[in-house]
């Protein structure tokens, strides 16, 4: 999935430019994949790792833990849960290093973790529960469920919020507004009513936590019952997720773990960055053991969560992602082509904690991981879904777009809505460039993904500060 700002999903490593600089800011693209370019070239692809030895899965497991918690002390990572699901069922789980840095607990399977973004799949699920009793439509309005919503948020669906297709702004970066309370989410939007929209509602992908909270709301107004309350009632639990909160409170009278921030070096306590506002698009804390057991309710056709045609509608290809063919957003996951099958997956970051999330529905398989830093630990899950489906070890390879293609991006646009500006995109002897014409920084880490018109050529250009639309060539 796209990176983001400084947000519940990821964690901006550090900002280049001048912030407040009155000339222009440039700043080289480099091609990652499909439409989707860098502001920092990415390092050559590491060959792939060594097969995981071993006669059989549990030996192959066994072998992938001990090489991985080798890995975890290299990088200083003070520990992490990994557990798979195999021809349906939970079949191993194991516990790595401690609970936070510099402490002595063990990290076992049942440890908890912040889930971060793959709470998205929660809520998407919830909201398909609603749908199947018949409270919600998700091509109808939101403001049919919210009569409150004014102005351009008023018009977006339910579809589109859980496809990140509704236009809204990313939300949840520091400094957002996090009003507490039962009226918490309608403060919030009450306070964003009159804020444009980034992108024409189901236009592109654009990954929005603010979306996810909208959906919430719309759980909170149909089930009667805070968004909490009915994803833990009518999600959590009957999949079997018997110890999964929102509540840091509840979650740390048990085995959790303590994160730690990449950033500051800080350690980061389950209640640290708890916005109830921005829950939705975050909040739960749970463990691997009982995220298996969602994956379980998944690969097994949704019941009794939820009927086969909501099940189906949960995981259909709804939009593309970063101009890759292979590469699509359901309702709260992602789907793609992953060496001939099709995979599920999800990242999840926020500060101090990280996980991933992957499941091969034809061949019932899953697997999550999560740690306790701000990283995303989805090589261990994939060398888990390589060695256990007997595929060859390493990543796919990537296809950026070959420079003879490039000129297709060029142009000037502009953003009106987010903090880009007028932006300039042009070629010069060493690239592509782009220019924030009003001057002005971003994080290193940031994607630019470009969005193709029906002529071919870029229509928009989506980055996590804003979404700019091409006004000229």
């Known amino acids: ?58 030996e192959r497991f066994d072998a992938l833990v001990a090489d991985w918690r080798a890995r975890l002390g290299e990088a200083g990572v003070p520990g992490g849960a990994i557990a798979v699901v195999v021809d349906g069922k939970l079949a191993f789980a194991a516990g790595v290093g401690v609970t936070g840095a510099g402490g002595h607990d063990a990290v076992t399977p049942d440890t908890q ?7 998205k799949l929660l809520v998407a699920i919830a909201l398909l529960r609603e749908v199947d009793d018949g409270r919600v439509a ?24 859980l496809s990140h297709t ?6 949840g970066e520091d400094g957002d507004l996090c009003p507490a309370g039962d009226d918490g989410l309608r403060a919030y939007f009450g306070a964003h009513a009159g804020d444009p929209l980034w992108a024409p509602p189901g236009r592109l992908y654009s990954y929005s936590n603010a979306g996810f909270a909208l959906a919430a709301a719309i759980v909170s107004a149909t089930s009667g019952r805070s968004f909490e309350d009915a994803i833990t009632d009518g999600v959590l639990r009957p999949a079997g997720m018997t110890h999964a909160t929102f509540e840091p409170a509840i979650a740390a009278r048990g085995d959790h773990a303590i994160g730690r921030s990449l ?42 969560l939820l009927s086969p045609a ?125 220019t924030l014409d009003d001057g002005g920084a971003l994080p290193a880490d940031l994607d630019v993904t470009f969005v193709r018109g029906a002529d071919g050529n870029a229509e928009y250009l989506v980055t996590p500060a804003g979404i ?4 000229a060539p």
């Open 1 to 58: 999935m796209l990176r983001t700002k400084i947000s519940l999903a990821l964690v901006a490593v550090f900002v280049v430019g001048s912030i407040g600089c009155a000339h222009p800011s440039r700043f080289p693209l480099y091609a990652v994949d499909g439409d989707q370019f860098a502001l920092t070239a990415a390092p050559p692809d590491p060959p792939a790792p060594p097969a995981i030895e071993g006669n059989t899965d549990r």
């Open 113 to 119: 973790f912040r889930l971060a973004s793959n709470t």
């Open 138 to 161: 998700l091509d109808a309005p939101a403001s049919t469920y919210l009569p409150w919503l004014r102005g351009p948020l008023a018009a977006v669906t339910p579809a589109m919020l």
């Open 166 to 171: 509704s236009g809204l702004w990313r939300g």
């Open 263 to 304: 950033e500051s070096g800080a350690d980061v306590s389950l209640s640290d960055r708890d916005c109830p506002v921005f829950r939705a698009a975050g909040g739960v804390i749970t463990s691997v053991t009982d995220e298996a057991h969602l994956l379980e309710v998944l690969l097994a056709g949704g019941a009794p």
């Open 310 to 434: 909501s099940a189906a509608a949960l995981v259909a290809d709804r939009v593309e992602v970063g101009g890759v063919p292979t590469q699509h957003y359901a309702f709260g996951i992602g789907a793609s082509d992953y060496k001939g099958l099709r995979m599920l997956s999800h990242a999840g970051r926020t500060s101090g904690f990280g996980s991933f999330v992957a499941l091969v529905p034809e061949r019932r398989f899953g697997v999550i991981a999560m740690v306790d830093v701000d990283r995303i630990p989805s090589g261990v899950a994939l060398r888990a879904l390589d060695a256990l489906l007997g595929l060859a070890p390493g990543l796919p390879p990537r296809t950026p777009a070959p420079p003879a293609t490039w000129d297709r991006y060029v142009g000037s646009y502009r953003d009106a809505s987010g903090e880009l500006g007028h932006v300039t995109i042009a070629r010069d002897p060493a690239g592509l460039v782009m």
């Open 468 to 471: 700019a639309k091409r006004d």
